[in-house]
C-alpha cells in the first residue's frame, strides 16, 4: 500500500509561481514512476507530468511544456512540480499518481495509487 499526501496549492494571480509536493509513504518509493494529474470543474483528470522511478526521464502535457517542472527527491520520498507563468486556465485540483510501472506513463489507468488532491486556482 502507498499513502500519498499533496501539499502547496493556493490561490495565485496569473504569471505566478506555485510548488506543489507529494509526500509518499509504505512501498519503495525509489522503484516506482510518478506523475501529476488535474481535474477542473466538469472535465475529466488530464495527464500533466510524469517522472521515472530514477528521475532519467520526464515527459509533460503539451499545454504546461516550459512552464512546469516535474522533479523527485528520493532520499525524502518526496515528488515536487514547479508551475511558473500560471494561467487561469491551470486551475483544477492537482492530483499525485503513483505508477506501476518505473518509467514514465501518461495513462491515467497505470496508475495504482493516488493523493487526495490540492487545489489550485490562478485568479486573472
Known amino acids: 500500500q502507498v499513502q500519498l499526501v499533496e501539499s502547496g496549492g493556493g490561490l495565485v494571480q496569473a504569471g505566478g509561481s506555485l510548488r506543489l509536493s507529494c509526500a509518499a509513504s509504505?512501498?519503495?518509493?525509489?522503484?516506482?514512476?510518478m506523475g501529476w494529474f488535474r481535474q477542473a470543474p466538469g472535465k475529466e483528470r488530464e495527464f500533466v507530468a510524469t517522472?521515472?522511478?530514477?528521475?532519467?526521464?520526464?515527459y509533460y502535457a503539451d499545454s504546461v511544456k516550459g512552464r512546469f517542472t516535474i522533479s523527485r527527491a528520493n532520499a525524502n520520498n518526496t515528488v515536487y512540480l514547479q508551475m511558473n507563468s500560471l494561467k487561469p486556465e491551470d486551475t483544477a485540483v492537482y492530483y499525485c499518481g503513483a505508477s506501476r510501472i518505473a518509467g514514465i506513463s501518461p495513462y491515467r489507468y497505470q496508475y495504482a495509487y493516488w493523493g487526495q488532491g490540492t487545489q489550485v486556482t490562478v485568479s486573472s
Open positions: 517522472i521515472s522511478a530514477s528521475a532519467g526521464s520526464t
Open positions: 509504505g512501498r519503495t518509493f525509489s522503484s516506482y514512476g
